[in-house]
């Protein structure tokens, strides 16, 4: 089982929730603490997932989720409702960059993604959610490739690529039946000639054996 998929196993299936999006992601400043607690936990990794629950209406969050180092279980921490982000800066639309920034009503945070791809899937499942999820008060989406943000999320484009492929084959089908059906009307045609001819010579053969 992928990590991504073991997210979602223990922390959004037993909540009636399914994971959307995930990205794994990094601090690219450290917050500042005011004392070391002492008995920490150690290392962990961080997820920012996008899910959404199964009943209706449904109701789409952001979490972030923990990993401590050496063990497999998640530890759900911080969790945002869709209607309290308000920007997601993508910092760099002329390139693509690992680097993206949360605003939220009461907070911002600043991440690293694990790759510039990673966070480029995550921006653009998050933009398309939204524009789904959200019926006004839209989060502003700033600094992101302009492919990020267009009307087909890449969770369309594997479909559209097969619609494209069964249209091909459509109109290959149908070229090939209007040029059957040509090739039938001119046996047709052909057919009627012969046999014109065929009655016309009958008709002078008994003509001249009269």
Same mark, same amino acid.
């Given at each position: ?13 037993? %909540? ?13 400043? +450290? ?38 180092? #050496? ?20 910092? %760099? ?11 939220? =009503? ?11 791809? =990673? ?16 019926? =006004? ?12 943000? #267009? ?6 484009? *594997? ?5 494209? *492929? ?7 089908? %149908?070229?090939? #039946? ?7 009307? +001119?046996? #047709? ?11 016309? *010579? ?9």
């Amino acid at each position: 089982m992928s990590g991504k998929s073991a997210l979602n196993k223990a922390v959004f299936l037993p %909540n009636d929730e399914r994971m959307l999006a995930a990205v794994q992601v990094k601090r690219r400043t +450290k917050k500042k603490i005011p004392f070391l607690a002492t008995g920490g936990q150690g290392d962990y990794t961080t997820f920012i997932c996008l899910s959404v629950t199964n009943k209706k209406p449904a109701q789409v969050f952001l979490t972030k989720v923990k990993q401590f180092e #050496g063990s497999s279980s998640f530890v759900r921490r911080t969790q945002w409702t869709i209607d309290q982000l308000r920007q997601v800066n993508g910092l %760099n639309p002329m390139r693509d960059c690992a680097e993206f920034d949360l605003i939220f =009503e009461h907070g911002s945070d600043q991440w690293i993604a694990g790759s510039a791809g =990673e966070k480029c899937m995550f921006v653009q499942i998050l933009h398309h959610t939204c524009q789904r999820f959200i019926p =006004e008060r839209k989060p502003e989406f700033i600094n992101c490739h302009s492919k990020l943000l #267009g009307g087909t999320s890449i969770l369309h484009e *594997a479909a559209d690529s097969v619609t494209s *492929a069964v249209q091909k084959a459509s109109q290959a089908l %149908n070229e090939r #039946g209007e040029r059957l059906g040509r090739a039938e009307e +001119k046996t #047709g045609e052909m057919k009627n000639s012969a046999q014109h001819f065929a009655d016309t *010579a009958h008709k002078l053969a008994m003509k001249h054996k009269c």
